[in-house]
């Protein structure tokens, strides 16, 4: 599924990744944890291809192509999802109006038809009830007057809706209380299939409890320094990132 | 008037009931005392028409064409400009291929039918018409329920008392340079009566004025509604309008008597120019609506994408107690595109109340300017006014200015002021982009979205047209 070797990034000519080595198989989960400055959100921007980001070295093999020669809205459209840290607001555009025009989009590239209205309308609402999002929301602006438990829960909605086969979810669990938690991951667990993967970034093993990982690495000073499987994320917490790696 | 019948009428050309017979020839270029006495003599008009037409023109003698908006042009040339021009027998194109493939693009995009472009890019077209024609039947609607409308010249002559009691009532032919030339100069326009108590029953579109197509560059349009009436007019169309002439100053004057609310709403595309900023209209409208009775409304709602320069400030005259005046607007300037519009609310009478939502939007080398005034007469105790203006910039080249005034004689007023500037931000950018959809829908999308205010203010299906003009206004607009 995606295949990232001796990976080097820089942002306004600092080095924050330097020499990442990550291999994610079909239906795994991966769970990306680690200090603050460590670079996991600078991978997260990598991968989804934000501006300000340099790769200065390396390579990223996505479902057999390098990820690196798409552009943002191909990478998006061949199925590569970021669920935002921080989701953004976009004054007087419909949650239901954006989701569409990007499942459409989606469609569209995979020269499928675009989606009955209908089909549409039942669809969004069956996952919004699954996320216990107020129905009302889906008419909202997007994420505009949103709380935070929404917001990430809304982010998770767009996931249900676009299928992705690659989720990088980048500290998902930051701001939820622990109802919101379990309603996330179970939504996540939902979408769980042996022909997608899952790279979650977390400060904290707690989410873990919930969405299960078959790998964990901790990520220090832009390499990855240990790699385990969930066991590893429980020794995190117990021993922090100091006693790792030494 | 159900949709397909809508669309049925609008895939006809243009029925020849009432287009007004003219000789074909045009007057030299120039304007004299004598021109404006040919005008009036070639239409066949009543004496005080004519005294109307001259005493503008010796007034518009004495004045300066104005240079305080926020636009820059070459200076016009008024003795350039050919004044009376009977609409010819043009050759145009005989069908569709002979037709500017650009334009055909841009119809498409706007899901413009197939026989509408047909009218629109001028193709003669050999229709044979029904006899019982939706034209027909919409006439009659209106017929039966009192309502008068037509165009101006018809209407000069089938009910002139109504023309003498209300023509420039709002705007005097001394109220500005533009307004003083149009009155004496007009060519035609619409004029629009509803009586006493009555709701129009439908939509009044200037697609269904038949002589539309000829009305020129001096436009004149009247709106009355008496007590207790209601009228929702829409002026213009979403798809481009190409027009040999490049100056256009029409005058638009709204009259609401007691417990009357008339909505007016306009698209103006007409040509902008092209990419370097050659050619396009310059366009300096003068509208007012009177809110002369109690309880009167008057909504302007504008979407302004057309047009090199746009000058233009529909106002409210807030006269009758309780009196409501209202502007919603998006302006839209790209390229070289120079757009300085507003509006004026004047309070004069008790518990007046304006709300002002203007939305401009600048991109490539576009200049946006919102120019407000806000004045509340000693007269008119516990006025409210709420203003909000934004301004969204897309690129580095384009910029965006806010003028409002306000002066208030009373201290009972209220009055609130929002004004925000901002640029497409590049985290909306990225999140729509990383949801997969490319980069001119993730623009669209953001644009409609800051104008939706002023949108849903729009009939239907006029606010979905507006959303693909947009679209279209915004094409190769990289953020």
């Given amino acids: 599924m995606l295949n990232i070797e001796n990976l080097h990034a820089s942002v306004d000519g600092k080095s924050i990744l330097k020499g990442l080595n990550l291999n994610i198989k079909p239906g795994e989960i991966h769970a990306i944890m680690g200090p603050n400055g460590a670079g996991k959100s600078t991978l997260a921007n990598v991968l989804s291809g934000r501006d300000g980001y340099e790769v200065t070295q390396g390579s990223i093999n996505f479902k057999g192509q390098s990820l690196l020669d798409m552009n943002i809205d191909i990478r998006a459209r061949e199925g590569l999802f970021l669920a935002f840290q921080y989701p953004v607001e976009i004054p007087g555009v ?4 954006f989701l569409k025009a990007a499942m459409n989009a989606k469609r569209r590239h995979r020269e499928q038809t675009e989606m009955d209205a209908m089909d549409f309308l039942s669809l969004i609402k069956t996952k919004a009830k699954q996320l216990q999002l107020n129905e009302e929301m889906l008419y909202r602006a997007v994420n505009e007057g949103f709380s935070g438990g929404e917001k990430k829960r809304n982010e998770v909605l767009q996931m249900l809706m676009l299928e992705p086969c690659l989720s990088i979810l980048d500290e998902t669990d930051s701001g939820l209380d622990i109802d919101a938690l379990q309603i996330v991951a179970q939504g996540v667990n939902s979408l769980r299939a042996n022909n997608r993967s899952f790279l979650v970034i977390t400060h904290y093993q707690r989410l873990l409890n919930y969405i299960v990982p078959d790998y964990v690495h901790v990520l220090a000073d832009g390499k990855i320094i240990k790699s385990g499987n969930k066991e590893l994320a429980l020794e995190l917490e117990e021993s922090g990132y100091v006693g790792v790696g030494s | 008037m159900s949709n397909q019948e809508v669309k049925d009428y609008l895939d006809k050309a243009y029925a020849p009931g009432f287009i007004t017979d003219i000789e074909s020839e045009a007057f030299l270029p120039g304007l004299s005392e004598d021109v404006v006495r040919a005008i009036s003599a070639k239409k066949n008009e009543p004496e005080f028409l004519l005294k109307f037409r001259l005493q503008a023109y010796r007034h518009w003698l004495t004045m300066k064409e104005p240079t305080w908006a926020y636009v820059r042009y070459p200076s016009v040339n008024f003795n350039d400009i050919i004044y009376y021009s009977a609409p010819k027998k043009k050759v145009g194109p005989k069908n569709l291929s002979e037709v500017d493939p650009e334009l055909l693009r ?119 509604a008496e007590e207790s009436s209601y009228v929702s007019y829409l002026e213009g169309c979403t798809a481009p309008m190409r ?12 009259v609401a008597l007691d417990n009357a609310q008339i909505k007016y709403s306009t698209v103006q595309n007409w040509y902008p120019g092209d990419k370097n900023g050659r050619g396009g209209i310059y366009n300096f409208v003068t509208k007012r609506g009177d809110c002369r009775g109690h309880r009167s409304k008057i909504s302007w709602t504008q979407i302004e994408t057309g047009s090199a320069i746009t000058w233009k400030y529909p106002s409210v005259i807030l006269r009758g ?159």
């Fill in chain 2, 106 to 224: 841009t119809y498409e995009k706007l899901g413009i039918p197939l026989r509408e472009q047909e009218m629109l890019a001028g193709v003669a077209v050999d229709a044979v018409f029904d006899s019982v024609s939706v034209a027909t039947t919409f006439k009659e609607k209106l017929a039966d329920a009192g309502v008068i409308f037509g165009s101006f010249s018809e209407a000069v002559h089938n009910h002139p008392e109504l023309i003498e009691r209300y023509l420039g009532t709002v705007v005097p032919y001394t109220d500005n340079f533009y307004a003083a030339l149009n009155s004496a100069v007009f060519s035609d326009g619409s004029f629009c009566f509803i009586p006493k108590g009555v709701r129009c029953p439908m939509e009044l579109s200037t697609y269904f004025r038949i002589n539309a197509a000829k009305t020129g560059q001096f436009e004149r349009t009247l709106i009355v």
């Fill in chain 2, 243 to 254: 027009d040999e002439n490049q100056l256009h100053a029409a005058v638009v004057e709204l």
């Fill in chain 2, 321 to 479: 107690d309780h009196s409501v005046g209202e502007f919603y607007s998006v302006a839209l300037t790209n390229n070289y595109q120079q757009a300085d519009t507003g509006t004026k609310m004047i309070h004069i009478g008790k518990n007046t109340t304006s709300t002002i939502v203007s939305k401009g939007i600048s991109a490539g080398h576009g200049q946006n300017c919102y120019r407000g005034l806000v004045k509340v007469l000693k007269s008119a105790e516990n006025a409210k006014n709420y203003t909000q203006c934004d301004s969204l910039l897309l690129g580095s080249e384009c910029a965006a200015h806010t003028f409002p005034y306000i002066e208030v004689k009373n201290s009972t007023a209220s009055i609130g002021h929002e004004a925000a500037t901002s640029k497409i931000s590049d985290d909306q950018l990225f999140y729509c982009l990383q949801r997969g959809m490319n980069q001119e829908d993730a623009i669209n999308m953001i644009v409609n979205g800051f104008c939706k205010q002023v949108f849903k203010e729009l009939p239907m299906e006029f606010a979905v047209e507006a959303q693909k003009l947009m679209a279209v206004s915004l094409e190769g607009v990289v953020g």
């Fill in chain 1, 94 to 97: 419909s949650n239901m109006s």
